[in-house]
């Protein structure tokens, strides 16, 4: 079934959004603070509302995306008495304690909620090759996942507001990780300049095949660190140990930077220091870990 929706926010990723809703059918009201935003979604289909809160008024469901938490408050809160009953999506990005400010807040409205993060550009809105991550109302998301399956692969992470927050965060570091480890391959096989051997293409041709491989590491591991033992089948910290001997002769010999060749060496010798060069790689999260360092929290 086709859902009426509003989308609040018509800059990059507000106009993406909208236009998604719209080409998969759903019947769409739009508003931007800045006049003259809609028109190109006007001509696709779309309705421009007057107001904000003729906006959320003509939709169960309402998706913002605006620039900070602060400007999303300007635009709501003197539209709160028209919430009642609705759902609110909140794209708009933010530390975890404004999610749970801005759900606080909502519930006294009397709408359901929900906090998301959209894990692309604009351009990859309405493919489900993206993720779109919502923490928040159970009810809410199941009541609107079809709809919101028309922006990404829709996924529900948990009830409170702040994980989706903190999903993207975590999701963000693994990947600079790996694009930066992926970088630095580059570099060690001569694919960063003229005259090389191997392009970069070339190279990442098999590169994404062996992150079949790596992708089945941590599926190994997850379960090793939730349970605290680290069973190292045929591949103990002391091979890696080892192996990452070869890496950094290699980093010296292609004057590549040596910051994460010393950082997998340095928490990997401080594993085997103290006496665990019989464990998988799993291990090292312990070490990833900074000693006397705070509760853990989401906020």
């Not at 759900?103 to 709408?111: E, F, I, L, T, V």
């Not at 998301?141 to 409170?160: K, N, P, S």
């Not at 089948?233 to 010296?252: K, Q, V, Y």
Request: charged letters at 20%; aromatic letters at 8%.
């Amino acid at each position: 079934m086709n859902t009426d929706v509003t989308v609040l926010g018509l800059g990059p990723m507000g106009s993406a959004l909208a236009g998604a809703f719209v080409a998969a059918g759903h019947r769409t009201t739009v508003w931007n603070r800045t006049p003259g935003k809609a028109e190109p979604l006007v001509r696709q289909g779309a309705r421009e509302a007057g107001s904000a809160g003729e906006a959320l008024a003509a939709s169960p469901l309402t998706v913002v995306s605006l620039s900070t938490y602060e400007a999303v408050r300007e635009v709501l809160h003197p539209a709160a008495c028209g919430l009642a009953g609705r759902t609110l999506v909140n794209l708009t990005s933010g530390p975890p304690v404004c999610a749970r400010e801005m759900d606080a807040w909502a519930g006294r409205a009397g709408a359901a909620y929900l906090d998301g993060v959209v894990m692309t550009t604009p351009s990859g809105i309405g493919s489900r090759d993206f993720l779109q991550l919502y923490a928040g109302s159970a009810a809410a998301f199941e009541r609107h996942r079809e709809t919101l399956t028309a922006l990404g692969d829709a996924t529900y992470v948990g009830a409170d507001t702040a994980l989706s927050s903190v999903y993207d965060t975590t999701l963000l570091c693994q990947m600079w990780s790996t694009l930066t480890g992926w970088l630095h391959s580059v570099v060690l096989i001569g694919a960063d300049g003229p005259g090389g051997n191997v392009t970069a293409t070339e190279y990442t041709e098999v590169a994404n095949r062996w992150m079949d491989t790596v992708r089945s590491f941590m599926n190994t591991y997850a379960p090793q660190v939730d349970s605290g033992e680290y069973p190292s089948g045929d591949f103990p910290l002391d091979l890696h140990r080892s192996t990452m001997r070869i890496l950094a002769h290699a980093c010296e010999l292609r004057g590549a930077d040596t910051g994460m060749p010393e950082l997998f060496s340095t928490l990997t010798e401080r594993a085997i220091a103290a006496g665990h060069g019989g464990d998988s790689y799993a291990r090292l999260v312990e070490f990833v870990r900074r000693e006397g360092r705070p509760e853990a929290t989401l906020s």
